[in-house]
């Protein structure tokens, strides 16, 4: 049986090797089909793992709330329209009005020149209470963070983000140097680790910490606040919290049923859905693209075994008249339809995988291999590979020996 | 080993029937050399095609082996060449792409007889008769002469009781035919039951008997 089997996978590739065009040819389909298939199943997971471990990096079970208007998009949060209404007091009676929020991180966020000697950098300046450090994951590389009493006290310290650091420091120490934010000096405290662009679109190398009462009073001056984040107890739903907040804060800022809200509330899932439901359509238009593939690919294999067969009555003729069985024939044309499907199976998942390292890396996405989808394009190749076969393999038996030997 | 009674077979064209043989009596014992000599048209070639379980009589009985074959189905009837019987064409029938040793091992694949060391057993078939170097060649790369050689040796491989050679030389000069014709009978005086069909009358003198055909039946039948 062994010996057989072996044989029948030397006339199998002793085939391929003779018309090599024509198997190409017939497997491309298959090759497109599980190409796509592993692409999308990796990239896509991928993506879905950068993404959580974004969120994790902006920090857990987050709801933000902003002033005025916001639009979401799959890309964060856009001002859409400015309102000077919200205030330090609304974030302190939500935070004890709802039990199920653990932190309140108020804060005031712009975009102001840093200065330090002759280098000018623009900065995205964020006052905010100290907890802003342990809400949102932000660690340092070196230096510590502000303090609560440096909150009270509105000292000048700043911590600042990485690209900060480097473009205006070079190698030079910067703890304990003075930054000019808007002219004011600022000592420099703490630098956070690299952290890239986040969720909501800022780039988090770039930003600069300073306490919310500092910014208050001696920078801009201001009575109002831009948001705050909110962070909940594990395990509590978002969704409600955030609708919560929402009727607390309209009946703070005494609002009328007939009049809009005159602040945003979001959370990180708001985002995720818009991105998600792109991810969505793009899978489902791989997996009709992929079954369409799939079928071409069917259809080319089961014309190349017709062609195969009848071009090699002879063959199947002196098999026959030297001992093999109907179903010897069967098997035999069946290995062949198989292996064709497979190394097309195989390509696709090998040129799907070096997609998939292309588009992670312009992307920036982490590299996952989908098992999954791998192991289900090989399953589906040989389930085409036996489909589209067997009728041609049918077709094989058919021949009278005696006839074709003529 | 073989025993035909009252063999008819015809073919039909329509409704007319075409009568090919019309009643054939004969017994071939193991160890016999026989020649099928008759014209194109004679039947002589649906007469093998029956003894060699290709083909099947209309009429009459046929045992092979001692056993009536006449209710036997495909299947069946391919075990029992496989095991008994082995082949050799006019245009050979070798598989272009396989080649020469892999054409001769083609009936292992189907065999139950669980022959040893097969490959070997392929390699010294074909070193015998002179096709040691020839092992790895495609039947393009062979002569007719060779190409029949291993055709022979694929009938061989399989140790069968009786090779059917069907115009074994007629696709072959006349000095390559003679050689063939002497492989058969060194083959028979090893023990092989040999039948050659044949419309040359030269290779008469090969045969230890010699049966002629004629429009369907046997017009004579002489044993040396």
């Known amino acids: 049986m062994m010996y057989s089997f072996n044989f029948y996978l030397k006339i199998a590739f002793q085939n391929l090797v003779i018309h090599k065009a024509r198997m190409i040819l017939s497997l491309l389909g298959i090759l497109f089909a599980v190409m796509s298939l592993v692409a999308f199943g990796n990239i896509s997971s991928g993506m879905k793992l950068k993404i959580d471990n ?75 209470t100290p907890n802003i450090f342990t809400v949102r994951n932000i660690e340092l590389m070196v230096g510590k963070p502000f303090t609560d009493k440096d909150n009270e006290d509105t000292l000048k310290s700043a911590v600042v983000g990485f690209k900060v650091y480097d473009n205006l420091f070079k190698s030079e120490n910067p703890i304990g140097k003075y930054l000019l934010i808007y002219r004011v000096p600022t000592e420099i405290i703490g630098v956070i680790d690299e952290k890239g662009v986040d969720f909501t679109g800022q780039d988090q190398d770039l930003q600069v910490y300073i306490p919310l009462n500092t910014f208050m009073r001696r920078y801009s001056n201001v009575d109002y606040i ?108 069946l290995t062949e339809s198989v292996i064709v499907a497979m190394i097309g199976g195989i390509f696709g998942i090998l040129v799907g995988c070096i997609i998939t390292v292309i588009v992670d890396f312009l992307g920036g996405f ?35 020996p005696i006839e074709v030997l003529q | 080993m073989i025993r035909l009674k009252g063999i008819k077979k015809s073919y039909f064209i329509g409704e007319r029937e075409l009568p090919i043989l019309k009643g054939i009596d004969l017994t071939i014992e193991s160890g016999e050399l026989v020649i099928f000599m008759g014209v194109s048209g004679s039947g002589k070639t649906t007469l093998m095609n029956i003894i060699g379980l290709l083909d099947k009589q209309t009429e009459g009985e046929y045992f092979f082996m001692e056993k009536n074959v006449d209710g036997l189905d495909d299947e069946n009837l391919a075990v029992l060449r496989n095991e008994y019987i082995g082949f050799v064409f006019q245009q050979f029938f070798l598989l272009p792409y396989l080649n020469a040793l892999e054409n001769v091992l083609i009936p292992i694949v189907y065999s139950k007889k669980n022959i040893k060391h097969p490959k070997e057993k392929a390699k010294q078939l074909l070193t015998r008769f002179g096709l040691a170097e020839r092992t790895h060649n495609k039947p393009s790369q062979l002569s007719g002469g060779e190409q029949q050689r291993v055709a022979i040796a694929r009938a061989l491989i399989n140790d069968p009781d009786l090779i059917l050679a069907d115009e074994p030389t007629g696709a072959l000069d006349s000095k390559t035919g003679n050689e063939i014709m002497e492989l058969f009978r060194m083959l028979n005086e090893e023990g092989k039951t040999i039948i050659v069909v044949t419309h040359d009358p030269k290779l008469a003198q090969f045969g230890k008997r010699l049966i002629r055909i004629e429009d369907g039946v046997i017009s004579q039948d002489i044993t040396s």
Do not use: C, W
Request: glycine share 8%.
């Open chain 1, 226 to 333: 831009k948001g705050a984040y909110f962070q909940t107890e594990d395990g509590v739903n978002l969704g409600e919290i955030k609708q919560k907040i929402r009727n607390l804060l309209r009946r703070i800022h005494n609002l009328k049923d007939t009049q809009k809200d005159d602040f945003s509330i979001f959370t990180l899932d708001d985002i995720l859905k818009t991105r998600e439901e792109g991810i969505r359509l793009v899978s489902v238009l791989t997996i009709i693209a992929s079954i369409v593939s799939f079928l071409i690919g069917g259809l080319g294999i089961f014309a190349i075994m017709l062609l195969s067969v009848a071009e090699r009555k002879m063959e199947i003729g002196i098999r026959r008249v030297v001992g093999s069985k109907k179903k010897d024939i069967i098997f035999q044309f």
């Open chain 1, 366 to 400: 982490p590299f996952f291999l989908h098992i999954g989808n791998i192991f289900l394009s090989i399953f589906i190749s040989v389930f085409i590979g036996i489909a589209a076969g067997i009728y041609p393999a049918i077709q094989g038996t058919k021949f009278v």
């Open chain 1, 54 to 128: 974004e969120i994790s990096r902006f920090g857990k079970n987050l709801i933000i709330l902003r002033s005025g208007l916001v639009f979401i998009t799959g890309r964060g949060a856009r001002q859409f329209a400015e309102s000077k209404t919200l205030k330090l007091e609304d974030i302190k009676i939500i935070k004890e009005r709802l039990s199920e929020i653990k932190e309140a991180v108020p804060f005031f966020d712009t975009t102001y020149p840093a200065r330090y000697r002759e280098n000018t950098l623009k900065v995205s300046i964020m006052g905010a």
